[in-house]
């Protein structure tokens, strides 16, 4: 009895202990959270309990309980370190009320003596087992969610893993640990912040959309039957328009307008275009550089309308060509998108400011502009100065208006200068001597006016200059004669005075037309300039004789214009010995002395010799009138011939 009393005490105590323990435990843990777990520090052998099994365990042992016939160290029922036949419940023993755990669960939400709802088999839970009344589970308890072996997905005898074990269903586990549920790719329609919620084209499956999506993106919306309308249906159904290849769509797209808006199908040749070849590889007039377009040339082609702004979208294009087409309007703004080094855009019908900011972003790599004979007005910026790369700078024949600003004078790599026929006034800006690379300069018929600037003998590797059809005075500069590689000069119909400069040093000289002006002196001595072929100083004030300055000595000689000064003396005898000759116009002079004769060979390309309103004497050599008969290209001789069988001696 006292034996029996004395276990019992014992059990009374070591209850209460493990009660007081668990407490304790909680408080530092938070065990009561039933969603924590505790670690085991170590495993054993399960009990032969009722209870949850599990191994060797260095938490305060549970009670036995009244129907325990077990000893603590061993479990009948429990064979596998990951299962139990008794207890299934999820997270607890089936019948056990104590918070103490299994001896080798390492699952804090499972013991022998646990009070939770989904415990032991007469508990009311509907994850309890069938019959168990008893404070611990017992060998048949069965889960309504666990297999003979206890699946519960949080604790078993030797579980390791707090969210998993060998026969565990737990919700939100599986079998791995892992969750099933596995993303989504990011092709095509995709999700989720990892692609931005974006819709991306698939361009095999979706090419009609990609079409249309690249060509919006470059035209913005599309009106129907538009030229851009047009080119779309025309991608659309084309097999050589790859949509997987936006950049080749975008040439094929913005060609395909330009066709349709420049009357494509009048052009003179069309070879190519609108095709399903490459644009590189039979549209005519495009040259590509590795397989891009880089130049599209298109001149003397007939094409009429205008250029459209998707142009500007072929971002690799360095060189356009449409020179003498019907091609009118402004500009595309686009156009200055493009790395252009090379415009020409010469000879068609232009109009417009052609200096536009957009315009003005083709500095850093413009060498060459030709626009000279549209109807381009405005003036030219100050900003041309950034212009540093250019070469040529053609605006001649437009409506160009303003002075020519001193900022010109940047343009340091400038080798050719053309602003004739504008409307540009003031003076010539001293600036311009700088240009130094300058071979071509031509000014001519504008509203210039004041002298010519001393500077331009500074440049030495001038060919041509033409300063004509302004209203300039003063003289022309002595140091012309400095001028060695100056072939053709044009000052004519200015109102320029003085001497004409010394023409020895200038042996590359083939034009000089100075007519039409007050100059003054002699005719100057051209016996070493044997390119010369046209010499006009005609509606002067010159004086003297000629018959001593080689002007019919000179090979080349096609035109000679005296006409219209107070030149005195003979004709030189030899004035017939230039046999390239056509224009001999004398008149309005005082020459004196007889006409010389000429022989059958003199003046073979003669056309025209005018000798009225001199002081002749004497009469016009018969060889002289028979020019008219003899010569089938001759068209006019005005001299005081007699009549030949009734014809006009003006004929």
């Not at 003596?113 to 611990?136: I, L, Q, T, V, W």
């Not at 409506?399 to 343009?411: M, Q, T, V, Y």
């Not at 002699?522 to 018959?547: A, F």
Request: proline content about 5%.
């Amino acid at each position: 009895m006292k034996v029996l009393f004395l276990i019992a005490w014992i059990a009374m105590i070591t209850t209460c202990l493990g009660l007081e323990h668990q407490i304790l435990r909680g408080k530092a843990n938070n065990l009561v959270d039933s969603n924590l777990e505790m670690r085991v520090l170590s495993h054993g052998k399960g009990a032969k309990g009722k209870g949850m099994k599990g191994g060797k365990s260095k938490e305060p042992k549970s009670g036995k309980g009244k129907d325990s016939k077990s000893s603590p160290k061993s479990s009948k029922s429990s064979k596998s370190p990951k299962s139990s036949k008794s207890s299934k419940s999820p997270k607890s023993s089936k019948s056990s009320k104590t918070p103490k755990s299994s001896k080798s669960s390492k699952s804090p939400k499972s013991s022998k003596s646990s009070k939770s709802p989904k415990s032991s088999k007469s508990s009311k839970s509907p994850k309890s087992s069938k019959s168990s009344k008893s404070p611990k589970s017992s060998k048949s308890s069965k889960s309504p969610k666990s297999s003979k072996s206890s699946k519960s997905p949080k604790s078993s005898k030797s579980s390791k893993s707090p969210k998993s074990s060998k026969s565990s269903k737990g919700v939100k586990s599986s079998k791995s640990g892992k969750s099933s549920k596995s993303g989504k790719s990011c092709k095509g329609k995709v999700r989720g912040s990892e692609c931005d919620n974006v819709e991306t084209f698939d361009c095999k499956t979706k090419r009609r959309a990609r079409l249309r999506q690249i060509a919006t993106d470059i035209s913005g919306p599309i009106a129907k039957d538009s030229p851009q309308d047009i080119a779309l249906s025309w991608m659309i159904g084309d097999e050589g328009t790859d949509a997987c290849k936006v950049e080749e769509v975008i040439e094929r797209y913005a060609l395909a307008i330009f066709y349709n808006t420049t009357n494509g199908q009048g052009w003179t040749n069309d070879d190519g275009w609108l095709s399903d070849f490459g644009v590189c590889d039979a549209w005519r007039g495009i040259i590509c550089v590795n397989n891009r377009v880089e130049e599209i040339n298109l001149e003397r082609n007939n094409l009429i309308g205008t250029i459209p702004e998707e142009i500007g979208s072929i971002s690799t294009i360095k060189s356009l060509n449409f020179f003498s087409n019907g091609l009118n309007d402004s500009l595309p703004a686009r156009l200055g998108n493009l790395p252009l080094t090379f415009l020409d855009i010469e000879s068609n019908s232009f109009s417009g400011i052609l200096f536009t900011e957009n315009f003005l972003m083709l500095a850093d790599t413009l060498v060459k502009l030709r626009a000279s004979r549209n109807t381009f007005s405005g003036t030219i910026p100050n900003r041309i100065s950034d212009f540093t790369l250019l070469q040529e700078f053609w605006i001649g024949d437009n409506e160009f208006n303003g002075i020519i600003p001193d900022s010109i004078s940047a343009l340091v790599n400038l080798d050719s200068l053309i602003l004739r026929r504008n409307k540009f006034e003031g003076r010539i800006p001293d600036s311009i001597g700088l240009l130094l690379s300058l071979e071509q300069i031509l000014l001519d018929t504008n509203m210039l006016d004041g002298e010519i600037p001393t500077s331009l003998a500074n440049l030495k590797n001038l060919q041509l200059m033409t300063l004509n059809n302004n209203t300039l005075v003063g003289e022309i500069p002595p140091g012309f004669k400095d001028l060695i590689n100056l072939e053709r000069f044009r000052a004519f119909d200015n109102k320029l005075v003085g001497k004409i400069p010394v023409l020895e040093q200038m042996t590359n000289l083939t034009s000089i037309q100075l007519h039409d002006n007050l100059l003054t002196g002699s005719v100057p001595d051209v016996s070493k300039n044997q390119k010369l072929s046209r010499l006009e100083l005609s509606d002067n004030m010159l004086s003297g004789r000629i018959d001593d300055k080689g002007i019919f000595e000179l090979p080349n000689l096609i035109l000679l214009y005296l006409n219209g000064n107070q030149l005195s003396g003979d004709i030189p005898a030899n004035f017939g010995a230039s046999s390239n000759l056509e224009d001999l116009i004398l008149d309005d002079n005082e020459f004196t002395g007889t006409i010389p004769t000429i022989t059958g060979t003199s003046l073979q390309n003669i056309k025209r010799v005018t000798l009225q309103r001199n002081k002749f004497a004497g009469q016009v050599p018969e060889s002289i009138c028979d020019l008219r008969d003899a010569k089938s290209l001759f068209t006019k001789l005005v001299a005081d011939c007699l009549p030949s069988e009734g014809v006009n001696v003006e004929s």
